[in-house]
């Protein structure tokens, strides 16, 4: 029998980079430098522990300067409003993912089912009533945004030195 043993979060990957929350395998990164990002944000009801987690490494949630999405899928983008109305931080994502936040329904193929509107009420998914838009070569901080579409049309990775945060693209 082999058992896993998952290292306490917080924890820093990378000079900058913590892993701050995983839920179901849905990761939340905070990105120090610059400016602090929270990036991706997990499913629905994840903001008390990547706030408790933000507490563990001494940011404060003012602290927060942005709130970026890889990508639109529910368990990227499900806790990003509650952190949103705590930080005071804008949400980012990629110009051509932020038609699918605004009109769930919308979304490609299969997706579409997860945005039906009895499953967002059930799990408590709010579409950001406002976000900020980004693409290719925009900076956050000393982040550079890479449009790396492909899971969904506007995926973005960030980069900076030599850390790469991708997501769910590979």
Do not use: K
């Not at 990378?14 to 610059?34: E, H, K, M, R, V």
């Not at 522990?49 to 990227?76: C, E, N, W, Y």
């Amino acid at each position: 029998m082999t058992v896993r043993h998952q290292a306490p979060l917080p924890m820093e990957i990378a000079p900058g980079c913590y892993a701050i929350d995983n839920f179901l395998g849905a990761w939340c990164y905070l990105l120090t430098g610059a400016s602090n990002l929270i990036v991706d944000t997990g499913v629905p009801g994840r903001a008390s522990a990547i706030l408790r987690a933000l507490a563990r490494i001494g940011v404060a949630p003012t602290g927060v300067d942005h709130i970026v999405l890889t990508h639109f899928d529910l368990d990227h983008s499900g806790s990003a409003v509650a952190l949103a109305a705590h930080t005071g931080a804008p949400i980012i994502i990629h110009e051509a993912d932020a038609p699918y936040l605004a009109t769930p329904e919308a979304c490609p193929r299969l997706r579409a089912a997860l945005y039906w509107p009895l499953i967002t009420w059930l799990l408590r998914w709010h579409r950001p009533s406002e976000v900020t838009l980004v693409r290719e070569g925009d900076m956050l901080g000393d982040w550079q945004v890479l449009h790396t579409p492909g899971h969904t049309p506007g995926s973005i990775t960030l980069h900076r030195d030599d850390i790469l945060v991708v997501g769910d693209a590979i």
